[in-house]
């Protein structure tokens, strides 16, 4: 073997490391949506990924790590679904209208799945600790976003001046959480359809006569049970 | 001995078995909170209330038993702290609005020691059995009680007839649903205000000029974090 062949070998090897490692979060995410971030366990984790417990514990060193990198991955796909999806839509009430759409389809589809912001927030409100962190960083983040939005709407004129961002914040995620909750776990029909018309009666209230009505045309979300 | 003895000792017997009953079911609903309803377990309770663990099986039979008499006690002091004592006041607007009040004092209370309605959405959403369906029954039988009171503020004019009442409903859920969140997990300063900011907002968009306003002084809630 040449001793440039080293380095390649490496990069490899590293390589296919990351690769196994994503293939292990992968499975390890479908886990902790059914059965919560909690119940996750190496043991559990290496038994649907076919690996020896030794080798899924190679990858993270602890069971706490594994939780944590579950956390990231769905927050990274959380962001992309819904965030940057948004990104491409005009800034203001458009992209807000947007972002709560993704939010909703994402919610919805979860029906089958579970969130994990909604299930570790009451397994982990009280363990403090580094997944607890993770779980709150995350969450605060897309938080961020979403005020964001709603204070560049304020400044394209789009809701008013005076309405209370904050408020309008905590009011949209009050309706994700009942659509969560009333088609995840009380399965009622039309939860979705009612969760669009919060998101509209809220906006009903603070948009200014400026405001760019929503879009014709929405694709239809999928329907819940 | 004598024979009429024997009923009244049976009776005294009856007596003892339903108020040790009651300390093991107070004592794994207090557990319930903390760990949510699949943490319970049998030798748990029996650790905790001091007894053995036969002793505490031969009160419930199962573990699932056990669950489901949580359910109902946390329903009853549900349904008495927030339901019954609202009955007191006017029919209308002014027992809905008792009804959130006592629904968001109890929610506030609960940011130290978690609401097994919401929890165990999360731990029991894909999970069908009698615990599932117990939980299920205990929130619509609260849902249902609140869509009267809001037909009932209709019916007495204090909120438009054309009001949509199961969308009333669902919103207030979302707001409760977000104080929950924001204050017991997130942590939020100032949850609780947002909450009734929410509730009042809503309010606003379907009340008639005939609805009487909310009493000038309530009495503080406890103070979130």
Redesign the interface.
């Known amino acids: 073997m040449s001793l440039e062949a080293v380095p390649a070998k490496n990069a490899r090897a590293a390589q296919k490391g990351q690769q196994t490692k994503a293939v292990i979060v992968d499975a390890a995410l479908n886990l902790a949506q059914?059965i919560?971030l909690e119940g996750l366990s190496i043991g559990a984790v290496a038994e649907i990924t076919k690996m020896s417990k030794s080798g899924v514990f190679a990858h993270f060193g602890s069971r706490e790590e594994l939780q944590i990198s579950v956390v990231r991955e769905y927050h990274a796909r959380f962001e992309q679904e819904v965030f940057y999806a948004a990104l491409s839509v005009a800034r203001g009430l458009p992209r807000l209208r947007a972002m709560f759409d993704n939010w909703m389809k994402r919610t919805s589809e979860e029906i089958d799945s579970?969130c994990i912001y909604?299930?570790g927030?009451?397994?982990?409100?009280?363990r403090p600790g580094p997944v607890r962190d993770a779980l709150?960083e995350s969450?605060?983040i897309w938080?961020a976003a979403v005020l964001r939005a709603i204070v560049q709407s304020q400044d394209e004129a789009h809701l008013a001046a005076d309405a209370?961002a904050?408020?309008i914040a905590?009011?949209i995620?009050?309706?994700?959480?009942?659509l969560h909750?009333?088609a995840?776990?009380?399965r009622v029909p039309?939860?979705i359809e009612?969760?669009r018309?919060?998101f509209d009666?809220?906006l009903e209230?603070c948009a200014t006569a400026a405001a760019p009505p929503p879009a014709a045309a929405k694709p239809p979300l999928k329907r819940v049970r």
């Open positions: 059914q919560g579970g909604i299930s927030a009451t397994e982990f409100d009280d709150v969450v605060s938080q209370d904050r408020q905590f009011e995620h009050g309706v994700i959480l009942a909750y009333e995840r776990f009380l039309g939860s009612r969760a018309r919060g009666n809220l209230r």
